[in-house]
């Protein structure tokens, strides 16, 4: 590291703002490498005090300062700051900057993605548009006035409603916007671009006209209806579900091809990566539509939980990702499957959350220090944030959870707010204590609940011993008990419900622990029951239940919660793991446990079954996910176990896979959720059978497809099984495609998964094929971030060549764009899973990288920490 070493921010450190700004107006020149920028804000001084105000701006060369108007040249300028020591207490400050969005790699700031100019500001990008207090409790009035190049730019979009318009004599026009509404400089944003433009509108349900755009590129249009059709459903369900209406005229998205994430909620004026906007039946997979539909959502309901209100400070992120996570995971599952999307998201927490949890950056979903904010978008602030927010409305109910909402936006909105502020309106508003449920804000690491019984036939009483423990995570030694609710019901050994009597009363089947150690007494039970634990994924934790795998079957048969179901399956499959891996590691030969073989029969014979949920209960876990099972893995006998249970599983029902896929085509395409489910479950068929080795059903799939899905889903399976059909249909994919970066982004990442052992070399040829480029994110992601966060086994090679593809690809990113590069080193820092060896060579690797001279901020903090 340099002289310079990273400062560490607290959250406990927080000061309000010396200096408030109330109005900011731009106006922007645009050139790609020499734009101008003059920023005139209104500057007042908050409380009685003689300190200078200090402006963040990064990589700008300054022009001039003037204050009132008058040229000043009373300022001091650092690398990243600058300091005017002696204002005035309430003034006009003119600051003209120059900018250089060609050079501009990184992606943060004003940058260029093909053609177009866009900006993406949070968390910290404004400083590299202009100086400024660049921190989210600072609310301005934005207005910006945009000039550029007519031709090549026929579109000036900002923030807010346009209010002017005009030509100039040299070839040049400009656009005036003006937000109505105060917001923080990361919700700034500015496009300038030729694009198609897809309209529509909206009327309010108290009747306001919304006029809805959609940017795309060139010859895209066709392929921006189900962005728009998902926009209108969201504004709708905000309206039907949280009472919530949009407050603009005008809405727009814009496409654009080079973006570090999924899409930006800028008011009004949304960014988003491509991948989350195009779609025709052609290029998209259903995922693609459904993931489509979610990040739609995610940033238009951002508009009141992020935008109207927002974050005080950036450690309070949670307070909008959480809570607008949790959003979206509602919106999806009120339209589609509310099981299948549950699913989905516990997938999520299980594998990389939970790994997140016991690796280095371990972290609450409210940190405490951060060195690189990007570092925190993490699966910990969103995905557990939501089920933070998850747990608050299964305590509290929809009707109390909403007045809570209801409460909190009605009291900070234009305002910054913190968690706090948060849990202070749902508290209020449902007259419950929640003073322990705040811990989860505070505490990181997931708690392990250990659950063990009694049952006495004599008295019929059944209960229950409830045991929660955290174990110290890197972040933090001490933990404390959580407010925990675990959904339960019991069933007898012939699978009907037990009804949950305590007391002599009848309870719910929400139990609050709250304890250490707790125990519950049940009466009136007739027989020795099985408990369906932690039903729909309660709480965020790991359950320890002694299950035997006659009680998973019958579960896993009779529940009458699906979400109970699937989850029996998956600890069937668990148990079934774990005890083959001893023999793995010795390479004896391996069982495939019959219940397991029996409870796949029934669910195949299950014709009342939702299909995607069959699907999803058939699917069995990546190898990836299944590390977390492990205090530390063998991950080539975890390899060989798993292919061993999908061979297995496919040879033992062959004919009922065949049946199955046979029974589930769709001839037309629609993309309608019951054609998607069955898709889904004969694509898992489909999965099964290449296994089994019948390479002409897969092969037939891929040449009479008339869908992405089915496309996608043949060669994945010949990929998987590695058939001997995997090399012509790649290469077949391969020329149809060339022109269609998103499309072709699949093919790259279907090779970055292939078990095969040559994976590795071949994903090194990869990156000389003349469509690749580190300058790319979605073509990295789709290659690099595949292969090492997807395909652990040639990943983790012994002989370390896989951690020396990563690093090299970093040592180059970290100069480019090091928040892509930080995302990318993930699965190298979470090394203590694997064994020794393995983890000397990482730990190698990753000092490698830390004695470079130059190492970013962002790779920095996670390296530092993972060596520590
Ligand atoms: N708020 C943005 C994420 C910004 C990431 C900055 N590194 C997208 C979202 O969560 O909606
Ligand atoms: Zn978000």
Redesign the pocket.
């Known amino acids: 590291m340099s002289q310079n070493k990273p400062q560490t921010q607290y959250r406990d450190d927080y000061q309000p703002p010396l200096y408030w700004i109330d109005t900011l107006d731009l106006d922007i020149d645009l050139d790609d490498s020499q734009t101008e920028v003059v920023a005139i804000s209104r500057v007042r001084r908050n409380g009685d005090h003689n300190e200078p105000l200090v402006l963040d701006g990064e990589q700008l060369a300054l022009l001039e300062v003037a204050i009132n108007g008058l040229a000043s040249e009373q300022y001091e300028q650092t690398d990243d700051k600058l300091i005017l020591p002696s204002v005035p207490q309430e003034f006009v400050l003119t600051i003209k900057t120059r900018i250089n969005p060609a050079a501009n790699t990184a992606l943060?700031g004003l940058y260029k993605s093909g053609d177009a100019y866009c900006t993406?500001c949070?968390?910290q990008?404004f400083r590299r548009i202009t100086y400024y207090l660049d921190r989210p409790d600072i609310l301005a009035r934005f207005s910006t006035r945009i000039t550029a190049d007519e031709q090549a730019y026929p579109y000036l979009l900002s923030n807010g409603n346009k209010v002017g318009q005009g030509t100039l004599d040299n070839g040049r026009h400009w656009v005036q916007w003006q937000d109505p509404y105060p917001k923080p400089a990361y919700l700034f944003a500015l496009v300038a671009g030729d694009f198609d433009l897809l309209q529509d509108s909206f009327v309010t349900r108290s009747g306001r006209h919304v006029a809805l755009e959609i940017f795309v590129n060139k010859g895209n249009l066709h392929r921006a209806g189900h962005a728009m059709d998902s926009l209108k459903a969201s504004m709708k369900w905000d309206e039907e579900r949280c009472n919530l209406e949009y407050d603009l005229d005008i809405y727009m998205i814009v496409a654009v091809d080079f973006f570090?994430?999924?899409?930006?909620?800028n008011k009004g004026l949304n960014v988003f990566n491509d991948k989350f906007v195009l779609a025709d039946a052609n290029t998209a997979t259903d995922d693609d539509y459904l993931d489509i539909e979610r990040?739609i959502g995610?940033?238009y309901f951002?508009n009141w939980t992020?935008n109207r209100v927002t974050c005080r400070d950036w450690f309070q992120l949670s307070l909008?990702?959480g809570l607008?996570?949790f959003r979206d995971q509602e919106f999806s599952s009120d339209l589609g499957s509310r099981t299948v999307n549950r699913i989905r998201n516990v997938r999520l927490i299980r594998g990389p959350q939970f790994a997140e949890d016991a690796g280095p950056m371990a972290h609450p979903i409210r940190p405490d220090a951060v060195i690189e904010?990007?570092n925190f978008?993490t699966l910990t602030v969103?995905e557990k944030g939501s089920e933070v927010i998850r747990m608050l409305h299964t305590l509290l109910g929809e009707r109390d959870f909403q007045s809570g909402l209801s409460l909190y936006l009605r009291r900070h909105d234009g305002r910054a707010a913190t968690c706090d502020d948060f849990v202070a309106a749902m508290s209020e508003a449902s007259g419950r204590d929640l003073s322990r449920f705040q811990r989860w804000y505070a505490q990181s690491g997931t708690p392990v609940l250990t659950v063990r019984d009694h049952y006495d036939a004599a008295t019929c009483r059944y209960q229950l011993q409830v045991k929660q423990h955290t174990a110290p995570t890197a972040d933090q030694k001490e933990k404390l008990p959580l407010h925990i609710p675990l959904s339960m019901a019991l069933y007898s050994e012939q699978g009907d419900a037990i009804p949950l009597v305590c007391r002599g009363q009848s309870r719910a089947e929400v139990l609050d622990v709250l304890d250490a150690e707790q125990t519950f007494v049940f009466e009136q039970v007739p027989s020795r029951p099985v408990p369906a634990l932690l039903q729909g994924f309660s709480a965020p934790v790991k359950l320890d239940y002694p299950y035997t795998d006659k009680q998973l079957a019958l579960l896993a048969k009779c529940s009458g919660d699906e979400f109970v179901r699937w989850d029996a399956v998956q600890m069937l499959i668990n148990q079934a793991v774990r005890d083959n891996m001893a023999a793995a590691s010795q390479q004896q030969p391996l069982v495939l446990p019959q219940t397991l073989v029996e409870v796949f029969r029934t669910l195949l014979e299950d014709h009342e079954l939702d299909s995607a949920l069959q699907a999803e209960m058939l699917t069995l876990p990546s190898v990836s996910s299944l590390v977390e099972l492990f205090e530390q893995v063998d991950i080539d006998a975890l390899a060989r176990v798993h292919e061993h249970l999908g061979q297995g599983l496919a040879k033992a029902l062959q004919p009922l896979w065949a049946k199955t896929y046979e029974r589930l085509q769709t001839p037309e395409y629609l993309i309608l959720h019951q054609d998607m489910a069955k898709r889904a479950l004969k694509n898992v068929a489909l999965g099964y059978l290449a296994l089994a080795g019948e390479e002409t059903v897969v092969d037939r799939q891929y040449r009479q497809a008339n869908n992405m899905t089915d496309t996608l889903a043949a060669l994945d399976a010949a990929n998987r099984a590695g058939l001997a059909s995997r090399e012509p249909l790649m290469a077949d994919f391969e020329a149809k495609w060339r022109q269609d970066g998103l499309v072709l982004d699949n093919w790259f990442r279907l090779q970055a998964m292939a078990p095969a052992d040559d994976t590795l070399e071949k994903v090194g040829k990869l990156m000389q094929h003349p469509t690749f480029s580190l300058a790319n994110p979605n073509r990295v992601r789709a290659l690099i971030g595949a292969f090492c966060a997807a395909n652990p086994v040639q990943f983790h090679r012994p002989d370390g060549t896989g951690y020396d593809l990563l690093v090299s690809v970093l040592e180059q990113l970290n100069s480019t764009n090091p928040?892509l590069a930080s995302r990318l080193l993930t699965p190298l820092i979470q090394f203590a899973r694997f064994d020794p060896p393995r983890q000397r060579l990482i730990r190698a690797r990753l000092q490698q990288l830390m004695d470079k001279p130059d190492l970013a901020r962002d790779l920095f903090e996670k390296i530092s920490k993972a060596l520590a």
């Open positions: 943060e993406q949070e968390a990008g570090n994430m999924g899409a930006m909620e990040v995610h940033e951002h992020g909008k990702e607008t996570v904010m990007n978008y969103y928040q």
